[in-house]
């Protein structure tokens, strides 16, 4: 190791959008999943209201606006494999509810 090298602190407040009651996209390694998490265990986030997004449109676009080019509302809970996640943020829309 580098005599330079310095360890990072920890965060002593980590904050995770990761929490049930809260509304979230996912992004996956193949695609996109809007929903409410309902559970949440080692293996996986349950989705309740859920929608999957077959395309964003642009990225930070959806994200301030809340609109999706296409989306494709679940008709139940969805299961999504935690070693399937990339990334996670607080959806602060409402859920989609319409196919488009």
Known sequence: MNKTTKKLPKNPNPVSPLFVGNSVLI???????????THL?????????????????????ALRTGVFSE?????????????AIVDVVTWSHPLPKDVK
């Open 41 to 61: 265990d080692a293996l996986e986030v349950v989705l309740d209201d859920a929608s999957w997004i077959a395309d964003t449109g642009r990225f930070n676009e």
């Open 71 to 83: 989306v494709e509302p679940l008709l139940g809970p969805v299961s999504v494999s935690r070693g």
């Open 27 to 37: 992004r996956t390694v193949t695609y996109f999943q809007v929903g409410r998490i």
